[in-house]
């Protein structure tokens, strides 16, 4: 999925102490829910695409891990799907280190590792189990943990998960201090996931979509 244009302007909140909900609220009530709208409506055309492209985008994912999401947009639109598809490793670990890509060794390998995959998530992306396609992606592809997992499981138009990056778990950390978020294991992503489960849940909204005002709150910017 290539990079997608910015977002129009939404108004900022309403003071330094207006709560996540708070600031939701406002924004789903303002012109920004059509932008969101939109964007959900592209994910989940994107869950139809080929195969190929939808390796695209869980590469992109696997990309983002420990580094910025316009880092894995730019590398993504560098290498493109023949890239990710075609590339031996040392060509590939050789594009991304052109592509000025700080993991090139690593995720290169992940990569050329993991098209085996590709075959299987047609019926990944459109399973009646989620989480089962969640659990089945983390255990079995290098590379990809819960925030990987459930990034690009939303970019494919499933909304279910919370993706637990760094902006995200700032901002909960600086509304609830004290509060003891981690997220380097199973059973602690799961627990913290919850909290935004339950936030989702209090506005009515999917987890994913709540998911794009948060980051929008955190970032003032939205790529994908």
């Known amino acids: 999925?290539?990079?997608?244009?910015?977002?129009?302007?939404?108004?900022?909140p309403v003071g330094q102490q207006a709560t996540i909900l708070e600031t939701v609220r406002q924004m789903a009530s303002s012109?920004?829910?059509?932008?969101?709208?939109r964007r959900a409506q592209e994910f989940i055309a994107f869950r139809k695409e080929p195969k190929e492209k939808i390796f695209g985008e869980l590469c992109f994912c696997l990309l983002t891990a420990n580094t910025s999401a316009e880092m894995g947009v730019r590398?993504?639109?560098?290498?493109?799907?023949?890239?990710?598809?075609n590339?031996?490793?040392?060509?590939?670990?050789?594009?991304l280190k052109n592509a000025k890509y700080r993991f090139y060794n690593l995720r290169s390998r992940f990569i050329v590792e993991s098209r085996w995959i590709i075959d299987e998530l047609p019926a990944l992306v459109n399973s009646s189990e989620p989480f089962g396609?969640?659990?089945?992606?983390?255990?079995?592809?290098?590379?990809?943990?819960?925030?990987?997992?459930s990034h690009f499981l939303r970019n494919v138009g499933v909304f279910n998960f919370a993706i637990l990056d760094k902006h995200i778990?700032?901002?909960l950390l600086s509304?609830?201090?004290?509060?003891?978020?981690k997220v380097a294991s199973r059973k602690n992503y799961l627990a913290t996931e919850q909290l935004i489960l339950e936030m989702a849940d209090e506005m009515g909204l999917e987890p994913g979509i709540l998911d794009l005002y948060m980051w929008k709150i955190a970032t003032g910017k939205l790529i994908k």
């Open 87 to 95: 590339l031996d490793q040392a060509s590939l670990r050789n594009a």
């Open 1 to 12: 999925m290539s990079q997608m244009e910015p977002l129009s302007p939404v108004q900022e």
């Open 75 to 85: 590398t993504q639109e560098t290498i493109g799907i023949e890239g990710f598809l």
């Open 133 to 149: 396609s969640r659990e089945y992606l983390v255990e079995n592809i290098k590379g990809i943990g819960y925030k990987e997992a």
């Open 31 to 37: 012109p920004f829910s059509q932008e969101v709208e």
């Open 175 to 181: 509304e609830r201090p004290g509060l003891n978020i």
């Open 169 to 171: 778990l700032k901002m």
